[in-house]
């Protein structure tokens, strides 16, 4: 079946460093690749979208200069956290839309911790 | 806008069934998916099923569509220890991909 990669599954860091989230779908072409984050006890929430080789879609309210999302192959995106403070400490999980069956699948996801 | 909700909590007996139920709004969804999450885990996808269907069971799991209540059931059979977890269901559309997630709803069993 098809497998989504998401890595690291976890990461602490200090105040003030960016952190890197990659999101690789292993065994097929993913022309859209989604960023979510959930916070404890919450239901996860759709942060971008992001399509091959075109800049990402960002929902309302989720800052793009602070989130910076490249999307530059079919297989691969990634979800770059820059100056990290505390409040974005959470758990972030990726999906890519399959491009062939149209299917979403989910990466493990990554626990940030920002210390 | 889009939404998809769900119960919060169910807390069942080992043996018995489990049933969750989620509600969303946006008609054009084509796709209805149910997520286990174990603690500490990421999402695990359990099952779909399309919009043009009714029913769909895979072993202990039946999920049952009602498109004109735009309602979604998840069933679980003889509930074990090991289906303890959080169930999100969530609507998607195959035109844009996205995903409107639930809030999850917390399957507790108890021995």
């Known amino acids: 079946g098809a497998v989504v990669s998401q890595h690291p599954s976890w990461v602490i860091c200090k105040s003030g460093t960016s952190v890197k989230i990659e999101c690789r779908s292993l065994d097929f072409q993913a022309t859209t690749m989604f960023w979510y984050r959930q916070f404890p006890k919450q239901s996860l929430m759709l942060m971008a979208t992001s399509n091959e080789g075109s800049k990402a879609t960002y929902e309302q309210g989720v800052e793009k200069d602070k989130f910076l999302i490249n999307h530059a192959s079919l297989t691969l995106s990634t979800l770059t956290v820059t100056s990290a403070h505390p409040e974005d400490s959470s758990f972030y999980i990726c999906s890519a839309n399959h491009a062939t069956n149209e299917k979403l699948f989910f990466g493990s996801g990554t626990q940030l911790s920002v210390l | 806008g889009e939404d998809v909700e769900q119960s919060l909590f169910l807390s069942v007996r080992e043996g018995d069934s489990s049933v969750i139920n989620c509600t969303y709004t946006?008609?054009?969804?084509?796709?209805l998916y149910w997520y286990k999450q174990e603690p500490g885990a990421g999402l695990q996808l359990l099952t779909y099923i399309f919009s043009n269907m009714d029913m769909k069971q895979d072993q202990r799991l039946t999920v049952l569509l009602n498109k004109k209540d735009k309602h979604l059931s998840l069933r679980i059979a003889d509930t074990q220890t090991g289906d303890s977890a959080i169930y999100f269901c969530a609507a998607g559309s195959s035109n844009t991909g996205k995903l409107i997630f639930g809030q999850g709803t917390t399957l507790q069993v108890k021995p």
């Open positions: 946006d008609s054009s969804s084509t796709y």
